[in-house]
């Protein structure tokens, strides 16, 4: 059988095996995000949970006291870029000065944030997904 239309799985090496898993796991990851986009709320409950279950664990265990320091610093960053604007007022004040829009077709966006919501979220629960688990 020729390697090239698809192959043998028993003659496939393990790099391809694992390059074909890791893709079938990316897909599904991806197929997970998509379906939760639209579930904010949801979204942030299950958010709250693992980090509850992060804080009692934090609790009993009486350690975690440095890499929850950390964690703290990384969040903090990330609720930072989500509350502040995408453009900083000041600074476009001082190069073009301030301006509302001039023609039908231009949108006037009072505030951008710099960190959408749902990247904020996929952010904020990446690190604790990790650290609940070990």
């Known amino acids: 059988m020729d390697p090239t239309d698809g192959g043998d799985t028993l003659t496939d090496t393990p790099a391809a095996a694992a390059s074909r898993w890791s893709l079938a796991v990316s897909r599904r990851f991806q197929h997970f995000l998509d379906k939760s986009t639209p579930h904010i709320l949801y979204r942030?409950?299950?958010?709250?949970?693992?980090?509850?279950?992060?804080?009692?664990?934090?609790?009993?265990?009486?350690?975690?006291?440095?890499?929850?320091?950390?964690?703290?610093?990384?969040?903090?960053?990330?609720?930072?870029?989500?509350?502040?604007?995408?453009?900083?007022?000041?600074?476009q004040e001082l190069t073009d000065g301030p301006s509302l829009p001039t023609r039908g077709s231009d949108e006037f966006r009072p505030?951008?944030?710099?960190?959408?919501?749902?990247?904020?979220w996929f952010q904020f629960c990446l690190p604790l997904r990790f650290v609940v688990v070990v």
């Open 111 to 120: 505030f951008v944030r710099r960190l959408p919501e749902f990247k904020f």
């Open 44 to 91: 942030w409950i299950g958010l709250c949970l693992i980090a509850l279950i992060y804080a009692v664990r934090v609790y009993f265990v009486q350690g975690f006291y440095i890499v929850s320091y950390g964690l703290g610093i990384y969040l903090l960053n990330l609720l930072i870029g989500f509350l502040s604007p995408q453009v900083d007022p000041e600074i």
